[in-house]
């Protein structure tokens, strides 16, 4: 099974300031076939699901404010938040869809500093 | 508007049985991979099985190998996880995610609690 593992564990930022998350997979998730990378990003607050914020690695899904981005390639991704906002207080997991089982990363906790 | 509503959920005894139901609606159900992802109170997400398009193939996690089945009904336009000899580790919310090539659409869960 691929192994996703994220850093930090935890992150608190001052409003407004960068917020940066990383991800690394034990092995590629890159097809070179589609050029792509089958690499999603997650929010999730207490009692809800998770919500899919980026897919393919860097594609935003709709209605994801552009303050989210994704980075990387291979086995090394970014999750930025480019200006943090109350509301974005949560934690955020990396998947890997490029292979069955998919594996999560262990989940980063982001708070307001 | 994409709906995927998970149902059947409960408190079981250990060695129990539950089925969970996960209704689609908003897209084309019969083209997307099903899938089932679990979170224990206050732990992270992991996979528990998938099914394919047509129902012909699934996996499942190591744990639940043997005890847990996915199925579909592209008519009824839902997937099903029977779950049998429940353990107290499997207890957890349960998502069904519906896969296009990405996993696209969540549902919002269902909560499985083993406990006597």
């Known amino acids: 099974d691929i192994v996703m593992t994220q850093s930090p564990d935890s992150l608190a930022v001052s409003l407004g300031e960068r917020a940066t998350i990383n991800c690394k997979s034990s092995?590629?998730?890159?097809?070179?076939?589609?050029?792509?990378?089958?690499l999603a990003w997650y929010q999730q607050k207490p009692g809800q699901p998770p919500k899919l914020l980026i897919y393919?690695?860097?594609t935003r899904e709709s209605g994801v404010p552009d303050r989210f981005s994704g980075s990387g390639s291979g086995a090394d991704f970014t999750l930025t938040i480019s200006s943090l906002q109350a509301e974005d207080v949560a934690v955020y997991y990396c998947?890997?869809?490029?292979?069955?089982?998919?594996?999560f990363g262990q989940g980063t906790k982001v708070e307001i500093k | 508007e994409v709906q995927l509503v998970e149902s059947g959920g409960g408190l079981v005894q250990p060695g129990g049985s539950l089925r969970l139901s996960c209704a689609a609606s908003g897209f084309t159900f019969s083209s997307y991979w099903m899938h089932w992802v679990r979170q224990a109170p206050g732990k992270g997400l992991v996979w528990v099985s998938r099914?394919?398009?047509?129902?012909?193939?699934?996996m499942y996690m190591d744990s639940v190998k043997g005890r847990f089945t996915i199925s579909r009904d592209n008519v009824k336009n839902t997937v099903y996880l029977q779950m049998n000899s429940l353990r107290a580790e499997d207890t957890a919310v349960y998502y069904c995610v519906a896969s296009g090539g990405w996993p696209g659409y969540w549902g919002q869960g269902t909560l499985v609690t083993v406990s006597s």
């Open positions: 998947q890997q869809y490029y292979t069955n089982p998919w594996t």
């Open positions: 099914v394919n398009s047509d129902g012909s193939s699934a």
């Open positions: 393919w690695a860097s």
């Open positions: 092995q590629s998730v890159f097809y070179s076939s589609t050029n792509k990378n089958s």
